[in-house]
Antibody, heavy 121, light 107 residues
Framework: EVQLLESGGGLVQPGGSLRLSCAASGFTFSNYDMSWVRQAPGKGLEWVSVISGGGDITYYADSVKGRFTISRDNSKNTLYLQMNSLRAEDTAIYYC??????????????WGQGTLVTVSS | DIQMTQSPSSLSASVGDRVTITCRASQSISTYLNWYQQKPGKAPILLISAASSLQSGVPSRLSGSGSGTDFTLTISSLQPEDFATYYCQQSYSTPLTFGGGTKVEIK
């Protein structure tokens, strides 16, 4: 059974940093691209970033480019999102999602339950 | 960036009704179109990929169609468990973008 468990969310001041983690199990982690998708309170879904199975190819939404870094440790079956220079508009639930294949052109077929990030002073 | 526009943004329907949600892309995306369902407080669930491929375990009353720029999600006979918000997403090119969502409510 595929399981994705996010952690690392919390309250952070504007300009601060936070690192999210996503522990994966139930599938061969290194064979699949992984994504982060976020949802601001009461709003729709916003794609944030994707990383290839090997970790060598990454893409970002314009809204986070230069501030967020996606990475993975295939030896630990864990996905990360390093978030720097956080802004109030980054407040959201952050979901980790498994991409259905080794290409960003595939959908996200499994999602974690999300971790809440609140950026406020 | 490819913009995805869903309509309507919300609808009210009764159990047994046929419901159609549309999604339009700002440029051709072939059939790189996915549909998700989300219920309050829960993570999204993938319903349909590649415009019309129903995921395992998804009821056959749901169907997807379209190619190019225009797509539809149809629920042939709305059931109580179908009341939720539905999102389309293009996976043709990064940044991958979602539509704004369609909330299906009970009439």
């Amino acid at each position: 059974e595929v399981q994705l468990l996010e952690s690392g969310g919390g309250l952070v001041q504007p300009g601060g940093s936070l690192r999210l983690s996503c522990a994966a199990s139930g599938f061969t982690f290194s064979n699949y691209d992984m994504s982060w998708v976020r949802q601001a309170p009461g709003k729709g879904l916003e794609w944030v970033s994707v990383i290839s199975g090997g970790g060598d190819i990454t893409y970002y939404a314009d809204s986070v480019k230069g501030r967020f870094t996606i990475s993975r440790d295939n030896s630990k079956n864990t996905l990360y999102l390093q978030m720097n220079s956080l802004r109030a508009e980054d407040t959201a639930i952050y979901y980790c999602a498994k991409v259905a294949c080794s290409s960003s052109s595939c959908p996200c077929d499994y999602w974690g339950q999300g971790t809440l990030v609140t950026v406020s002073s | 960036d490819i913009q995805m526009t869903q309509s309507p943004s919300s609808l009210s329907a009764s159990v047994g009704d046929r419901v159609t949600i549309t999604c339009r892309a700002s440029q051709s995306i072939s059939t790189y179109l996915n549909w998700y369902q989300q219920k309050p407080g829960k993570a999204p669930i993938l319903l349909i990929s590649a415009a019309s491929s129903l995921q395992s375990g998804v009821p056959s009353r749901l169907s997807g169609s379209g190619s190019g720029t225009d797509f539809t999600l149809t629920i042939s006979s709305l059931q109580p468990e179908d009341f939720a918000t539905y999102y389309c997403q293009q996976s043709y090119s990064t940044p991958l973008t979602f539509g704004g969502g369609t909330k299906v409510e009970i009439k």
